[in-house]
Every structure is written in C-alpha cells, then in structure tokens.
C-alpha cells in the first residue's frame, strides 16, 4: 500500500514538473515566493541545467522509472531489485533538494517527489 501510494505521489509530481518544464504551473504547486520569478518559477525550477540529466528532463525520467516499477511489482520482480532501480532516483534526489536548500529554492512539486523517492526506496528495501 505505502508503495502504491509512493508511486502515485512520484507520478503525479514528476508530470507536473514535466509540466512545467514546457509551461508556467500555477503557484499552489510550486510555492509563493518561486512564484514571482521569471515565468512563475518554472524556468528557474524545471528549464534548468540541473532539471536535465543527458539532455533528458528528470520529470520523464521519474516518470518512467515509476511505470517501470510500477511494472515489476505487477509482473513480481523481487523487490531488491526494484529498491536497486530506485537508489539513483534517491541519489539524484538529495543533490535536487541540496540544491533547492542552498539556493534558497521553494518546490513543492520536487519535495513531493523527492519524499516519493525516499519512501519507495526505504519500502522495497524493508520487503527485500
């Protein structure tokens, strides 16, 4: 269940930063003070250099690797290597959220999934 929610959570949040990455979010989604930033904060949050891993942005790489995890409890994968599927998703993230700290950064979409990917991971490794 807590896995299943976690994926929902990391879903819905990287296609509302795939979102944004092409156009401006509504605030609620971001948080007030991004919000007054170039563009609603999009550009500064999900067009930048660190929102692209090898020229593909983060949010549809977050996107495939829940379809992907998703897939593997459907299909009984073992859950090590579901939990070993998610570890650069939780490495990328405490660099993300780093970042978002020490740039002073508010992202309610990227906490989200940032918190998404920490659960998955702390999840699958408890069942694995």
């Known amino acids: 269940m807590i896995v299943g929610f976690a994926l929902a959570v990391g879903a819905l949040s990287s296609a509302a930063a795939l979102y944004g990455h092409y156009r401006v979010l509504p605030s609620w989604l971001t948080g007030p003070r991004i919000c007054r930033l170039e563009h609603g904060g ?61 740039n002073r950064r508010e992202c309610r979409i990227c906490w989200a999934g940032h918190l998404a990917n920490a659960v998955l991971f702390v999840a699958l490794l408890r069942q694995a």
């Open 42 to 102: 999009c550009a500064v949050l999900f067009r930048s250099p660190r929102a692209k891993l090898l020229g593909v942005p983060n949010a549809l790489l977050g996107l495939m690797l829940y379809a992907a995890i998703a897939a593997g409890r459907i299909l009984g994968w073992p859950a090590a290597l579901l939990a070993a599927m998610t570890a650069p998703a939780v490495a990328m993230s405490a660099f993300l959220g780093y970042s978002l700290l020490a």
